[in-house]
């Protein structure tokens, strides 16, 4: 049977180069060898407080990401977690399997929490059993992510495990897909954080929507390492970062990428990644305006359809093993 990949990104703000290099180009190379459901996921955007009307758009703009990157609705379900009501069901559920004193120490809601310090809604802390319900809804052999989702792939094994245990083999464990290169890019103005949507300084982070004038503006203000060679090295983290958006980006080996730069000034490296930045987004950004609402509306009509289809199965079953259906 072709095995399963999920993922899904959240419709909280714009897709970043960090997301695509981590995440997304790497779903665009999988769906071809699995089957493949892409979700955006809104229902965890809400775990944090979101304007109604711009969720709607946020959700739709996504929608438009994914299918602009290349994700082919042909071949894969692309669709939004609220339309599939099972995600919610299936939560409740495993709710009653997740303990307390694992989400206690899921770092990213300690992270999250910090940030906000009030108000830290049920929802934030409830985020990664949603996710486990996002990815074992589906049968899922592998969930393509960023290194920040490896904790919560490991929460999504142990409550899947966990339920077989107790009720009988229900759902299948899942594998985390994450690259060695791109799995997490930093951001431009301190390599020592992870490129974010919600870094404090706009000009580290290069979103994909961002026109020529923001990108060279972004790398070129870009810190750099002390020091002038332009090598692979991890103990040099600005460089390295720079280095390896470019390595992805143009697709050249790492020794390719090196023996362009060899001899040549950081100015260089920055107004070429900036070049090749922009060519690459060009197209994706022409296809994101391309795509109009209709074509949009039935892409995820399908793409629910199909979702909730293989959902039902599985929360039928969940039902069975648990006393929940009479
Ligand atoms: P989000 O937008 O937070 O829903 O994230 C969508 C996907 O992008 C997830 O798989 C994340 O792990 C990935 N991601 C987010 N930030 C980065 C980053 N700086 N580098 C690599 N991957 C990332
Ligand atoms: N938590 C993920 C993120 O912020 C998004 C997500 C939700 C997800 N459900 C998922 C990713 C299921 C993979 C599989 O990036």
Redesign the pocket.
């Known amino acids: 049977m072709t095995k399963r990949i999920f ?4 419709p ?2 714009n ?10 180009r790497n779903w665009v190379a999988l769906q071809h060898e699995y089957e493949s459901f892409f979700c955006i ?1 809104n229902l ?1 955007a809400i775990t944090v407080a979101q304007d109604p009307a711009q969720l709607v758009e946020k959700t739709r703009d996504l929608a438009r990401i994914y299918l602009a990157v290349g994700i082919d609705p042909q071949v894969s379900t692309v669709f939004v977690q609220s339309d599939v009501k099972e995600h919610a069901e299936l939560t409740w559920v495993l709710n009653c399997i997740a303990r307390m004193s694992e989400l206690e120490r899921m770092t990213q809601y300690k992270d999250k929490a910090r940030k906000q310090q009030e108000n830290i809604t049920v929802g934030l802390f409830d985020y990664p059993v949603l996710m486990a319900a996002d990815i074992l809804l589906y049968q899922t052999d592998l969930v ?6 490896r904790q919560h792939l490991e929460l999504t094994r142990d409550v899947a495990i966990r339920f077989n245990r107790d009720y009988g083999e229900t759902f299948k464990v899942p594998d985390a897909y ?1 690259p060695k290169i ?6 431009l103005s301190d390599p020592s954080k ?4 919600s870094d404090d300084d706009p000009n580290g982070c290069v979103l994909l929507m961002d026109d020529a004038d923001a990108i060279q503006k972004k790398f070129k203000r870009a810190v750099t390492d002390s020091g002038t060679e332009i090598r692979f090295d991890e103990s040099r983290p600005a460089i390295n970062n720079l280095l390896e958006i470019y390595h992805l980006i143009t697709r050249k080996s790492q020794q390719e990428v090196e023996d362009h730069f060899a001899g040549k000034g950081y100015a260089q490296l920055k107004g070429d990644l900036a070049e090749v930045t922009i060519e690459f987004l060009r197209p994706i950004q022409q296809r994101v305006r391309e795509i109009t609402d209709e074509q949009l509306d039935a892409i995820l009509d399908q793409g629910r359809e199909k979702a909730e289809q293989i959902a039902r199965v599985t929360l039928e079953q969940v039902f069975k093993r648990t006393g929940l259906s009479l």
């Open positions: 993922s899904g990104a959240q909280t703000g897709v970043h180069l960090g997301n695509y290099l981590g995440a997304l996921v965890h393509p992510v960023g290194d920040d989702q994450i791109g799995a997490r890019i930093m951001s992870k490129m974010s949507k």
